[in-house]
């Protein structure tokens, strides 16, 4: 293996849960798959079978990437590693309220939130868009040195993509989202050293059905 070898990182996001659908978040919350869900969940895992050998499979430990994430440990054959450091932002006093819910409730908080304040940390034990950075980057970063020349799967959050979708196109985490984050979508990102690039995004053939991104 050469010095700065890229490492190929597969992300996937958990299928569909019953609160993504009514646009509840869920934050931490530790809430699992829906039926839909389960099935996305299993079309990802016999999508990424027949594709690129796999070294190893790192998932959020929040319930809903656990199940989608032990759907693709099953057809790759691989042992799943759970870590924290990928799970969903923590969204403080929004957690188990829809958006609407918290912008009539807490109007002038999810001004902040809504128009990606990066330092804004919602209260009751939320993050900061920052703070989310620092998690996310560090976690990847890790994983990157960890597997150099491998290709790995880490099953995640939409939370979580948002900030890999910014930090590989070098995009500020304040502005506008401008791309998709299905449940169930693959998403590929190769790291070389400091070098972040974004491969494919939001691939969604293996379903039936697009998944919903009911993000904000």
């Known amino acids: 293996m050469t010095k700065n070898e890229a490492t190929r990182i597969c992300l996937v996001r958990h299928g569909e849960t019953t609160w993504n659908a009514e646009k509840r978040i869920q934050g931490q919350i ?3 798959l829906n039926a839909a869900g389960l099935a996305q969940a299993q079309a990802a895992a016999d999508w990424l079978a027949a ?29 799943p590693a759970f870590r924290p450091e990928f799970r969903e932002r923590r969204y403080g006093f929004f957690e188990g309220l829809t958006y609407d819910e918290s912008r009539a409730r807490y109007p002038a908080d999810y001004h902040a939130f809504e128009t990606r304040d990066p330092d804004f940390v919602i209260p009751f034990g939320g ?13 990847l970063g890790q994983l990157a040195a960890a597997h150099e020349g491998e290709t790995i799967i880490v099953v995640t959050h939409g939370g979580v993509l948002d900030i890999v979708n910014r930090l590989a196109r070098g995009n500020p985490l304040s502005a506008p989202r401008d791309f998709l984050i299905p449940n169930a979508a693959i998403n590929w990102l190769c790291v070389r050293g400091q070098q972040w690039i974004l491969e494919s995004w939001g691939q969604t ?3 039936a059905g697009f998944g919903l991104d009911e993000l904000p």
């Open 205 to 207: 053939e293996h379903l």
């Open 51 to 79: 594709g690129s050998a796999v070294t190893a499979l790192y998932s959020s430990d929040l319930l809903r990437a656990r199940q989608t994430a032990e759907r693709i440990a099953h057809r790759l054959k691989l042992v």
């Open 127 to 139: 993050e900061s868009l920052l703070q989310l950075h620092t998690r996310v980057s560090g976690g």
């Open 30 to 32: 530790d809430i699992g």
